[in-house]
């Protein structure tokens, strides 16, 4: 997942038209697009890109359920990997994303170049990447959240798929990550080895910790995976503004990145209540883990998940809500 300040790598995007929140295939967003998008606000339906991590789809999941049960749209989810979403998103292909970690570039280049996205307003979460290990190895071997320390570990972290070094885990190849040129900048005995997505990751985690056995990852906060796995993080050169301007030459921490939200420009003028209660909505780190939890841990369909929160937060989605 992007969730950095750097230059966004082009990925291939993963679509799927429907009320599903997972997708298949690659797609070419400047040909294909939902049936339900770019209407302008002459219909009473709406298009929201859901990234593939839990988080994200815990958000779409309840906008996804207000929308239909207090307002009435149809509403569709297109799953497409984050640099493309926002070519959708300028092209009316999508109409609102929830969960961005953070893409200057193409801020810079649809919101104040060519003015075709709008901006939605804060999700109400504080996004942060890290380097996290096992709080089980850790308390063991406290100097390891130092990375000063972390080549002294090397041989334990190394893996079959690590060639000899130590291993680094991230997840999907499609998510931006600074991770090989930390790796690199800082002068480690480690290996950026991707499991391949969010879910593959997750389940080599709960594997290493199954066997306790030590291991160094890429992870983000917020995720209900710490209440599952608890980890710590490993203390990197410490962020500074700009520090991470030139992807090769990454020699620091990511930042904590307060997550927003964006919309179709014509969306966000002409969408009415829906363009109106996607600005509006906003939760915290809590309620977005409580209901990615059911998504991924309890295996609640997302539809399920979004029903129980709602049905017990009245108070807190009331307020979002037009009046």
Not at 96 to 120: C, F, M, N, S, V
Request: one cysteine or more; charged letters at 25%; glycine letters at 8%.
């Amino acid at each position: 997942m992007a969730r950095t300040r750097t230059a966004a790598l082009a990925a291939a995007a993963a679509l799927t038209v429907g009320a599903g929140l997972t997708g298949c295939g690659a797609a070419d967003m400047t040909r294909q697009s939902s049936p339900f998008a770019d209407t302008g606000g002459s219909s009473r339906t709406v298009t929201l890109s859901v990234q593939s991590w839990a988080g994200a789809q815990a958000d779409a999941a309840v906008a996804q359920y207000l929308l239909e049960h207090e307002l009435g749209y149809r509403v569709d989810t297109v799953q497409i990997d984050e640099v493309p979403a926002w070519d959708a998103l300028s092209q009316g292909r999508v109409d609102a994303i929830l969960e961005d970690w953070g893409h200057p570039d193409q801020e810079k280049r649809y919101i104040e170049g060519k003015g075709t996205i709008a901006r939605g307003g804060d999700l109400g979460v504080t996004g942060h990447i890290g380097w996290f290990v096992p709080t089980y190895f850790a308390e063991q071997h406290p100097d390891v959240t130092d990375w000063r320390n972390l080549d002294k570990y090397a041989a334990e972290l190394r893996t079959a798929e690590s060639g000899g070094k130590g291993q680094l885990l991230d997840g999907s190849p499609s998510y931006v990550t600074n991770d090989k040129a930390l790796v690199k900048n800082l002068g480690l005995d480690l290996q950026v080895v991707f499991a391949g997505s969010e879910a593959a990751q997750i389940t080599q985690i709960k594997q290493f910790a199954k066997e306790k056995k030590p291991f160094l990852t890429y992870w983000y906060e917020p995720q209900w995976l710490f209440e599952k796995v608890p980890m710590t993080e490993v203390k990197l050169p410490e962020y500074k503004e700009g520090c991470d301007a030139d992807p090769e030459k990454v020699a620091c921490a990511y930042p904590h990145t307060p997550l927003q939200k964006f919309l179709n420009a014509r969306f966000a003028k002409d969408g009415g209540d829906a363009a109106a209660f996607l600005k509006r909505f906003r939760w915290t780190t809590d309620m977005q883990n409580e209901v990615a939890l059911m998504i991924a841990e309890d295996k609640l369909t997302p539809r399920e998940a979004a029903a129980r929160w709602v049905k017990e937060n009245r108070a807190t989605w009331q307020t979002w809500l037009p009046a």
